[in-house]
């Protein structure tokens, strides 16, 4: 099984940002078309993200306990840091024009099933799986 997310009836495979170490690189120097990328937390708590390095405009989509709750356009190479004022506790990159090309708005539900490994790698990090489904 890869990992995906699921936003209402759409589902992407992604790359899962577990790890501390991953969650900090995020998309840093990933070339256009950059890989959709998740990244779950363990509790909610506010997010705020920056782009810097990362070359690729992207559709920063913040959520909390299974549903959307804010797309921000992420700008390429900035450090400015975007987000909701409100608690998140799953942060989904993709590129710039997906959301809105696949009707994902703010209220979309969302889950989110990982691979093996990055199970392994949310045990081995001590995140829930809050957003992990079975199939």
């Not at 890989?35 to 390095?53: D, E, L, Q, S, T």
Request: positive net charge; charged residues 20%.
């Amino acid at each position: 099984m890869k990992n995906k997310v699921i936003l209402g009836n759409n589902e992407f495979e992604a790359v899962l940002a577990v790890t501390e170490q991953e969650q900090s690189k995020g998309l840093m120097g990933v070339p256009w078309p950059p890989p959709v990328m998740a990244f779950p937390y363990n509790n909610a708590g506010i997010r705020k993200f920056w782009m810097h390095n990362t070359p690729s405009p992207l559709d920063i989509i913040f959520c909390c306990a299974g549903k959307v709750i804010a797309i921000v356009a992420g700008e390429p190479l900035s450090t400015r840091n975007v987000g909701p004022d409100e608690p998140c506790d799953l942060v989904v990159e993709m590129p710039r024009g997906t959301a809105q090309s696949h009707g994902i708005t703010v209220g979309t539900p969302v889950k989110v099933t990982k691979s093996i490994i990055s199970v392994a790698k949310s045990i081995e990090q001590g995140i829930l799986k809050k957003y992990a489904s079975k199939h």
